[in-house]
């Protein structure tokens, strides 16, 4: 049946099998889609005949490209001109810049890709419809300042929320600067107009959980044991928040777990010993296909309880206990991470296996066990 939807990269990527959408701006453009195959379209009537020309199989060709083209293919139908291919060299506006990019085939991570949109949206939503071209260095130094003064807001579910800030300034403009840059391998832009910023300093968050008590304490309180589950896992694996959250039971083996996808691009595997099975076995119960269940129509744990210590708290107190406690090399605590490793020859040639981690994990648990957190 045929579809009418913007054809945006993000809706091409979704696009079901054996579908024909049409664009609901470019009249004759389309995408059918097979079994294993996607295709862009133009369709026009010439004469009371059908003439339907392929532009380009996706992804092959992007969303955006193929717009371009079915917009040239459109002006010669409308004019009966061919059109010039200056369209082609069209500068893109941030919207179209941010969809390529949150689109791009190395995504960090979904949590990465809407933190991305949401940057964009909350700051420089008023950047949104314009050019990159036109968007100045004096205009980047003003939203700079504007978002690095705190002010009072609300979020999504009108509660009260502290916005802006040193730190959300700077996230928000590199971010800019990202998005601009992987425009600037396929058009023709001037230097990012980042370059006039003067960045504030950062310090990274050190915090971590130096009251294993009143942790315990905390942890045992909340009332939902979902919750209790998500941060005794969390501290006693150091994985990132997002990838706890969104852990589904497929991905859990009986001497370790294995992430497909994660925020430096590579799979990653992390043993799992008894006391890990101890935390998460109990939420089978809930017969979902994610260890830590989400209420209502969210189909993971999405927002846990609050603590007085964040979930990267956490994991800094995992690395911290595995290095000071256990006695692990920096570099063997990277590997539990899943860090990048900064060296040439840890990056290209170093693979470590997760049954080479087992002791090494064995270690960092057993100094947890010492403090009797469970």
Not at 55 to 78: K, M, Q, S
């Amino acid at each position: 049946m045929p579809e009418l939807t913007k054809l945006t990269e993000t809706a091409c990527k979704k696009a079901p099998p054996n579908a024909r959408l049409w664009d609901t701006e470019i009249k004759g453009f389309a995408l059918f889609t097979g079994k294993t195959t996607k295709t862009f379209y133009f369709q026009k009537d010439v004469k009371g005949l059908t003439q339907r020309i392929k532009i380009g199989n996706y992804p092959l060709i992007d969303a955006f490209d193929a717009r371009v083209a079915a917009l040239e293919l459109a002006t010669e139908h409308a004019t009966g001109v061919a059109a010039k291919k200056l369209t082609a060299k069209k500068t893109p506006t941030l919207e179209e810049a941010l969809e390529r990019y949150l689109a791009r085939a190395k995504l960090r991570s979904e949590h990465n890709r809407g933190m991305v949109a949401s940057q964009m949206k909350s700051h420089l939503k008023a950047w949104l419809k314009l050019p990159l071209d036109e968007i100045t260095r004096s205009m980047c130094v003003e939203a700079h300042e504007r978002i690095s003064v705190v002010r009072s807001g609300k979020d999504v579910r009108g509660r009260p929320k502290q916005m802006g800030g040193q730190r959300a300034a700077n996230h928000t403009l590199k971010t800019f600067r990202s998005v601009y840059n992987h425009a600037l391998k396929t058009h023709e832009l001037p230097v990012c107009p980042t370059i006039a910023i003067e960045w504030h300093p950062e310090e990274p968050p050190k915090t971590v959980i130096d009251d294993f008590d009143l942790w315990k304490k905390s942890v045992d309180a909340l009332e939902n044991d979902v919750h209790r589950a998500y941060y005794r896992f969390l501290l006693f694996t150091g994985l990132r928040r997002d990838e706890a959250m969104a852990l589904r039971w497929d991905q859990v083996f009986d001497d370790h777990l294995h992430l497909p996808t994660t925020k430096n691009g590579r799979p990653f595997d992390l043993p799992l010993l008894d006391v890990h099975h101890a935390i998460i076995d109990p939420m089978r119960i809930y017969r979902s296909e994610f260890v830590f269940h989400g209420k209502r129509q969210a189909l993971h744990l999405r927002r846990p309880a609050e603590l007085p210590w964040s979930p990267h708290d956490h994991r800094r107190t995992f690395a911290t206990v595995a290095e000071h406690d256990a006695g692990l090399s920096e570099g063997t605590v990277g590997h539990l991470l899943n860090h990048t490793p900064t060296s040439v020859t840890g990056r290209r040639y170093s693979a470590t296996a997760y049954r080479h981690l087992i002791e090494p994990m064995k270690a960092v648990v057993g100094a947890f066990k010492q403090r009797d957190l469970l």
